[in-house]
């Protein structure tokens, strides 16, 4: 190693651990006794060697999926491969991408998409995420076939969602260009020996990108599942692994004793140790040039720490408020980009109040690629605090198996199980078994069953807008003013997401934390309906992306009530902006 590669390394490292500061105020001495213990029990050492004794005495989905430790380093041999890959279709006149995947397959994609944006001359990414019929055909009638490459991407291979997807743009494309042409325009990423391989490789798709078995989902934007993607938009591979690596070492070469010295391992601690002592929202502040980076964190936190009772709820995408409009559940992180100083003064104010804070500083945007790895170190070592294996997922089934059976149910009656409304008003009709006869009286007493967590004892409730409705920028913004009323009103953390995308990230934490959630379930009419091939290249189809849709939405919500979770559902029938209006408009 040349003298000055030493030093920019080194300057690096001291870089990413600088990079982070916090302001704990009486919890800082159980978080440095926490870093104290990984120091003394060598746990960044064992966690760099396999040991799956860090979490759990039993291997079992712990020691296959420690891949994620090595991807900057290993991914770092197939840049050329991906950048003369990118080549050959932009040479091939591609000039669009559409991503078919469901949560670690999509959300490190949009981020980068979002916050990058496309170079010139690289292909436009879109992400389809969402089963909702308008979605699907939105996709469909904004891209020119003939343009489009269709990225494919699921590691089991065999997701619902993504295989739906990938069944109805095969189809589409097939129209378009023949038998002969329509498998050059998908490529695949998945797992070596999966399903989607052999249907790749039948159907002659273009590509085959086969990640490394041993990395799970939510921990794989940095392999192929990020890299392909970033590669296709024009970002440069090289700096991405380089601040990636950098962050990296941090973590391989510091035990983290002091606060500064590694900057995942604080991170880690401070969640696992804050959420003990009933800080367990993990409220996330992020300038908005890379605000959507908070979705990626959101799956991330939520399906590592929620199980076995215990969870960190991930609260992105709130209002920035006063301190008085919080309860004392919440530990504050400010990821602040080098220059945007929109939430200095709202962060100044939570640590004048003795908020707990942590603030991450990244120098430019290509930062964000090291903060994958910081996270994904951080939760695993909030994982080892809260003694839970950060790895499976052991509760995301119990809403797929629910599925599953409403949709067999339709297959042979040709319609799904009959749920019947308490009651109706205002267009709007009411799952609930609150007693109530107007919309506003019935969601007040749903809210009234929150414990607010105004002090260290109490409970610590939170809320979950469940949206089973079309993405849309209009319904994004209802949402959002939805959210706000009701963190401000109740000052409790509110989440949203659009179904059934959540369930591949917020879903676990739902029904495996320590049941605090109320979950409010939005449903409305479907405007327009489409089949689901049975088979790629198939005419039949005996499912539609509305029935599908209806029977996920249908099987959450009766895995949460066979939990013991709260729930109440709006239908809110064909105005769903309206709908969502009335809503907001009882408080």
């Known amino acids: 190693m040349s003298k000055n ?9 001291l870089s990413a651990k600088m990079s982070c500061s916090c302001s704990l105020g009486k919890f800082q001495a159980d978080v440095d006794h926490a870093l104290q213990q990984i120091k003394e029990n060598n746990i960044l050492s064992r966690i760099w060697s ?8 039993d291997p079992a989905e712990i020691s296959n999926r420690l891949g994620w430790l090595h991807s900057p380093e290993k991914m770092a041999d197939a840049v050329d491969q991906i950048t003369a890959f990118v080549e050959e279709v932009r ?13 670690g397959s999509s959300l490190a994609p949009e981020v980068l998409r979002c916050t990058f944006g496309v170079k010139k001359g690289y292909l436009d990414l879109a992400v389809l995420d969402s089963t909702d019929p308008g979605a699907v055909l939105e996709k469909m009638e904004k891209l020119d076939v003939s343009k489009t490459l269709y990225i494919v991407s699921t590691k089991s291979g065999g997701t ?3 295989a739906s997807f990938m069944k109805f743009f095969y189809n589409e494309v097939l129209k378009r260009v023949g038998a002969d042409k329509a498998g050059e325009h998908f490529i695949a990423i998945t797992d070596p020996g999966s399903g989607l391989e052999s249907t790749a490789k039948e159907l002659k798709f273009k590509k085959v990108f086969l990640n490394d078995p041993n990395i799970g989902g939510r921990y794989s934007a940095l392999s192929y599942f990020g890299l392909v993607p970033a590669a296709l938009i024009g970002m440069d591979l090289a700096l991405m692994l380089e601040r990636a690596a950098l962050m990296a070492q941090n973590t391989a070469n510091c035990n983290g004793t002091a606060r500064t010295d590694n900057s995942a391992a604080l991170l880690g601690a401070a969640m696992g140790e804050l959420a003990i002592a009933g800080r367990d929202k993990v409220t996330l502040i992020i300038s908005p040039p890379v605000s959507y980076f908070g979705a990626w964190v959101e799956q991330l936190i939520a399906e590592s720490t929620g199980k076995e009772g215990k969870g960190i709820l991930p609260v992105s995408g709130e209002t920035v408020s006063s301190p008085d409009k919080y309860g004392h559940d919440r530990l ?3 990821l602040r980009l080098n220059g945007d100083d929109t939430y200095d003064a709202s962060v100044q104010a939570l640590r004048d109040d003795g908020r707990p804070v942590i603030r991450l500083d990244l120098r430019d945007q290509y930062d964000l690629c090291g903060e994958f790895f910081r996270w994904e170190m951080a939760a695993v070592i909030a994982g080892m605090c809260l003694g839970i294996n950060p790895f499976d997922q052991p509760d995301v089934e119990s809403a797929k198996v629910l599925a599953r059976e409403m949709v067999a149910a339709y297959q042979m009656d040709g319609k799904l199980p009959r749920l019947t409304p308490d009651f109706q008003s205002e267009g709007i009709s009411v799952y609930s078994d609150l007693t109530a006869n107007s919309i506003a009286e019935v969601f007040f007493k749903f809210l009234s069953l929150a414990q607010p967590g105004e002090d260290e004892a109490a409970g ?5 807008v469940q949206a089973y409705i079309m993405p849309h920028p209009e319904t994004d913004a209802a949402l959002k003013k939805l959210q706000t009323k009701i963190q401000q009103h109740y000052r409790l953390a509110v989440t949203v997401g659009y179904g059934p995308r959540f369930l591949h ?13 109320l979950f409010i379930q939005l449903t409305a009419d479907l405007k327009k309906d489409l089949p689901i091939p049975d088979q790629a290249g198939g005419s039949t189809s005996s499912i539609s992306f509305g029935v599908l849709k209806n029977a996920q939405a249908r099987g959450d919500r009766q895995a949460l009530l066979d939990a013991g979770r709260q729930v109440i559902r709006f239908h809110l029938g064909s105005d769903i902006a309206g709908g969502l209006k009335k809503l907001g408009a009882v408080f």
């Open 332 to 334: 504050f992180i400010y």
């Open 505 to 517: 990230s917020t879903g676990q934490l739902h029904k495996g934390d320590g049941g605090n959630g």
């Open 460 to 464: 610590r409730s939170y809320v979950a």
């Open 91 to 103: 040479s091939a006149g591609y000039t669009h991408a559409l991503l078919l995947g469901m949560g």
């Open 160 to 162: 619902v969602e993504t």
């Open 50 to 57: 396999h040991d799956h004794t860090v979490w759990k005495d």
């Open 5 to 13: 590669t030493f030093h920019e390394k080194r300057n690096g490292i």
